[in-house]
């Protein structure tokens, strides 16, 4: 399930040529949006951990913010209500997504309160639903990976990272009800796919928040494999009390508590998106 081997070499040629012109240029990244209109699946947390591996593993990576709670903003030490600028100001005002990034562990571009009012901002805009994939071209060529955490709703900030986005990845909290709305999410990318970003697809369901003491949490990756097979990474994140600790200090888990089981699943998942035989 590797991303780069899924990766289309006629992809990166198209959404080059409204960027920057010139010969020589270098890669492009790969935008991966976390989605799944569920509120606490982990779709945050996921979103910065899985960020951290890979700039441990040696990618330039840039974090973008779509969720107006602001919490993996936060989750890096920022407050977003001190933010001058913020991804608002980016997606209505078109400013340079460069004003709204702060170098923290990872380079997050921000969120703040008032992304809120985004969506009605954005909804009498000429190409609402591309202002996010606009803003990425600026910065495409300095990282390899932007990762965008959604806010939980299929409105037009998800919309917006959806559509900017090479792949999704779903955090799925392990609970019967929790995966009903996958279907739902399916339905959202396919009216994506048909209008604005054909080539958009699912890298992976990953089961999140596993307590793995439960038959429920069994029983339910089960029933999640049975109806989406291969979709659902092999990777599995276990219920930890890390998870809540570590935002708390502005960190990710991998720098918490580096040797912890929790920093070491997200390791292993960002090899699994790489491709990397482990
Ligand atoms: N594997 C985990 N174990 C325990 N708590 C977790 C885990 N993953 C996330 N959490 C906690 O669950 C809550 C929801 O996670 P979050 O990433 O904010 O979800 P979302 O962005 O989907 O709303 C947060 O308090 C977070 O710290
Ligand atoms: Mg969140």
């Given at each position: 399930?590797?991303?780069?081997?899924?990766?289309?070499?006629?992809?990166?040629?198209?959404?080059?040529?409204?960027?920057?012109?010139?010969?020589?240029?270098?890669?492009?990244?790969?935008?991966?949006?976390?989605?799944?209109?569920?509120g606490g699946v982990a779709k945050?947390?996921?979103?910065?951990?899985?960020?951290?591996?890979?700039?441990?593993?040696?990618?330039?990576?840039?974090?973008?913010?779509?969720?107006?709670?602001?919490?993996?903003?936060?989750?890096?030490?920022?407050?977003?209500?001190?933010?001058?600028?913020?991804?608002?100001?980016?997606?209505?005002?078109?400013?340079?997504?460069?004003?709204?990034?702060?170098?923290?562990?990872?380079?997050?571009?921000?969120?703040?309160?008032?992304?809120?009012?985004?969506?009605?901002?954005?909804?009498?805009?000429?190409?609402?639903?591309?202002?996010?994939?606009?803003?990425?071209?600026?910065?495409?060529?300095?990282?390899?990976?932007?990762?965008?955490?959604?806010?939980?709703?299929?409105?037009?900030?998800?919309?917006?990272?959806?559509?900017?986005?090479?792949?999704?990845?779903?955090?799925?909290?392990?609970?019967?009800?929790?995966?009903?709305?996958?279907?739902?999410?399916?339905?959202?990318?396919?009216?994506?796919?048909?209008?604005?970003?054909?080539?958009?697809?699912?890298?992976?369901?990953?089961p999140t928040l596993v307590d793995?003491?439960?038959?429920?949490?069994?029983?339910?990756?089960?029933?999640?494999?049975?109806?989406?097979?291969?979709?659902?990474?092999?990777?599995?994140?276990?219920?930890?009390?890390?998870?809540?600790?570590?935002?708390?200090?502005?960190?990710?888990?991998?720098?918490?508590?580096?040797?912890?089981?929790?920093?070491?699943?997200?390791?292993?998942?960002?090899?699994?998106?790489?491709?990397?035989?482990?």
């Amino acid at each position: 399930m590797g991303l780069l081997e899924k990766k289309r070499p006629a992809q990166g040629a198209r959404r080059t040529s409204n960027s920057a012109s010139g010969r020589g240029r270098r890669k492009q990244a790969q935008v991966i949006a976390f989605a799944n209109q569920k509120g606490g699946v982990a779709k945050t947390t996921t979103t910065l951990n899985l960020a951290a591996a890979f700039q441990e593993a040696g990618h330039r990576v840039l974090c973008v913010d779509m969720d107006p709670q602001g919490n993996l903003t936060m989750s890096q030490g920022v407050d977003p209500d001190a933010v001058e600028v913020s991804m608002y100001d980016v997606l209505v005002n078109h400013v340079s997504i460069r004003d709204c990034i702060a170098h923290q562990e990872v380079d997050v571009a921000c969120a703040s309160i008032d992304l809120a009012g985004a969506e009605i901002a954005m909804s009498t805009q000429i190409g609402r639903e591309r202002s996010l994939e606009k803003a990425l071209d600026e910065v495409r060529e300095e990282y390899e990976f932007v990762c965008i955490d959604t806010p939980p709703s299929l409105g037009l900030l998800t919309i917006n990272a959806l559509t900017a986005a090479r792949t999704v990845i779903v955090p799925v909290q392990c609970e019967y009800l929790s995966m009903r709305g996958l279907v739902q999410l399916q339905n959202t990318l396919a009216m994506i796919r048909d209008n604005l970003n054909p080539d958009v697809e699912i890298a992976g369901i990953l089961p999140t928040l596993v307590d793995s003491r439960t038959v429920h949490a069994k029983e339910a990756i089960e029933m999640l494999e049975e109806s989406f097979g291969d979709q659902v990474f092999a990777s599995r994140i276990k219920k930890t009390v890390r998870f809540a600790e570590a935002p708390v200090r502005g960190m990710s888990v991998l720098k918490y508590d580096p040797d912890g089981k929790a920093a070491y699943a997200y390791r292993q998942l960002a090899r699994e998106v790489l491709g990397v035989d482990t």
